[in-house]
């Protein structure tokens, strides 16, 4: 069994994976570090998962209610709304209800939690 490069926590079993799903792999955690090894795991194969990984990851946060916020911003969900009106909208609530509905994965890393569109 191969083992990751150093400072990604898993070991992935590579010995029936292509060279060029090898490289995939290793070229993912060359750019992203733990966060692909993680992601890759659950959509490889490696090859597609990189490139599934390009288009769906969001970031990464140390709260989802800052998240929350950055998305509220990005989208202008409270651009209609009166700045003094703003705390009246439960960012904690609306980005639960977003995990839970499935748009969103999440990856949890060191206190980081990383975030993909799953759609």
Known sequence: MQR????????????WESFSEVCSLFLGVKRYG????RWGSE?????????????????SWRRMVEYADD?????????SVPEELH???DLEAWVRDIEMNGE?????????????WTA
Do not use: N
């Not at 969103?104 to 993909?116: A, N, P, Y």
């Open 4 to 15: 990751c490069p150093e400072g990604v926590g898993s070991s992935i079993d590579l010995r």
């Open 34 to 37: 733990e966060v692909f090894a």
């Open 43 to 59: 959509h490889g194969p490696w090859s597609s998962a990189l490139l599934s990984f390009e288009d769906h990851y969001q970031g």
């Open 71 to 79: 998305l509220a911003a990005v989208l202008g969900l409270l651009s």
């Open 87 to 89: 705390g009246y909208f």
């Open 104 to 116: 969103i994965e999440t990856i949890t890393i060191d206190g980081l939690t990383h975030v993909f």
